[in-house]
């Protein structure tokens, strides 16, 4: 058993000052005022300082560890070019080795940003090197295949059956693996791409492993319009006669989404990521947050690189209330505690991840601590808030995962990050 303290813990009811967590197995055991814990236990470690605040580890709900190599050529163009003109072309030309070092830049540049879960959508081939890097890494991992069996260049698009019997095998392969941190999520990448029959097998799949449903969904208006006109309808409501709406559905962006089908996402328990990073770069729109929240919508958030240009958590949770007090000129359309509680434990919860996502007695020790050394934080008046608003990646002092110290006082203990981001930079070059 060792202990985590902090001068502040952010614990489900509330901040706790001068206060102590007993770490065992991975779980916090207990909790409590810190002279009072220190007389309880006889403490084997002791990870922190007055001058930290100790909160749930982050849960990046929606990103693209395949795409990072596209950083610095994305800028300027909206959602369809910009798949067309880099993503899509950069996926074609994967390789085993380019896939590995995407995937352990990715997750190591989130690990410097206090994310201890994520959800990967990663490409359509070598989605393995994406699971042994987040083995290898410790931290909680979400990843899927990316399927897509119409409309998709011919380097990534695969017949029906394939793409089905692909995703069983890696399901059956990693799912449950590492001790529960590793799990699949069948991940058609958006209705463009997937026929029905594709969608109604990814049902099969879901409903008989009892795993996450997640897929891209009307965030850009000329993907909208393409939708409609083929469907009818739109693609929330042509997902739910398909049956794929429910508490195991995750919705990436939601940003043209109506409020009739924002209540069709809440009557059925879906979920909501949302990457307003990503929509203010592609120039998507703006997600209305808001009223999905005021339904009963679970929104979370997601960094969505490399539609983003970085893993920071702190930036999404600020451009979920900047974007939503710009929008319809009011201060108080969104606040930091909401955006606190979409970046930590809505994230948990939309991926269906159990005792993770804030901090209280029998919950995962998933945890980071954060420096008020820096000038964010000088002076501290109000912890939440400062996060949201003031803090960047740089304050994250250490990261744990399911009681793991996987980063400690800004030195990763589970990789050589030198060696990683050398090799990112010696063979992710892309070239316009």
Known sequence: MYEIWGGWVITSEGIKENYSLAIEKGIIKDMGPRDEMRKKYNFEDSIGKYSRIVCPGFVDAHMHSFQIATKGLTAD?????????????????????????????????????????????????????????????????VIGKTLMDRNSPPELQQDTDACLKETKSLLKKWHGQKKGLLSYAVTPRFCITATDDLLRGCKKICDQYKVLFRTHTEENMSEVKWERKEYGKSSIQHLDELGLLNERTLLTHCVWTSKKDIRLIAKNNASVSHCPGSNMLLASGAADTPYMLKKGVNVCLGTDVAAYYNFSMFEQARLACLMQKEERHDPHAMDHIRAFAMATKNGANALGLKHTGEIKVGNKADLILLSTTHLAFSPLNDAISQIVYSTFPYAVDSVICNGKVLMREREVLVADARKIMYRAKEILGVKK
Do not use: N, P, Q
Not at 79 to 99: D, F, H, N, S, V
Not at 126 to 141: I, P, S
């Open 77 to 141: 163009e909206s959602l369809l070019e910009w798949l067309k003109k880099y993503i899509w072309k950069w996926e074609g030309e994967l390789t085993k080795e380019r896939a590995k070092a995407c995937a352990e830049s990715a997750y190591l540049h989130m690990l410097h940003c206090g994310v201890t879960t994520f959800s990967d959508y990663t490409s359509v081939h070598h989605v393995e090197e994406a699971f042994k890097a987040a083995r290898k890494f410790g931290m909680r991992a």
